[in-house]
Nanobody, 126 residues
């Protein structure tokens, strides 16, 4: 049974940085599209970033472009989300998800993803 586990969330001041990790058991993450999403209270789930399978193409939502970086370490079977210049509006629960299909691209739509982690809270506040 595939399990995705996020870690790295926490409380950070505006302008600070955090790095989230998404680790998987049983599946090789490097073969599949992986997405990062977030959901703030009272808001819809938002696509933050994704990385495609073998090609490693990356995509970002407009609200995080230039501040967040997604990457993958195949040796550790882990996908990371480096978040810099954090703003209070980045506060949310962050989820990673995997699309169980081979492809050359990835999407920022939650509907494309089949398995989800439990989420990790990120709070940006002074």
């Amino acid at each position: 049974q595939l399990q995705l586990v996020e870690s790295g969330g926490g409380l950070v001041q505006p302008g600070g940085s955090l790095r989230l990790s998404c680790a998987a058991s049983d599946w090789t993450l490097g073969y599949y599209p992986i997405g990062w999403f977030r959901q703030a209270p009272g808001k819809e789930r938002e696509g933050v970033s994704c990385i495609s399978g073998r090609e490693g193409r990356t995509y970002y939502g407009d609200s995080v472009k230039g501040r967040f970086t997604i990457s993958r370490d195949n040796a550790r079977n882990t996908v990371y989300l480096q978040m810099d210049s954090l703003k209070p509006e980045d506060t949310a629960v962050y989820y990673c998800a995997i699309e169980a299909a081979f492809g050359t691209m990835c999407a920022l739509s939650a509907l494309e993803y089949n398995f989800w982690g439990q989420g990790t809270q990120v709070t940006v506040s002074s």
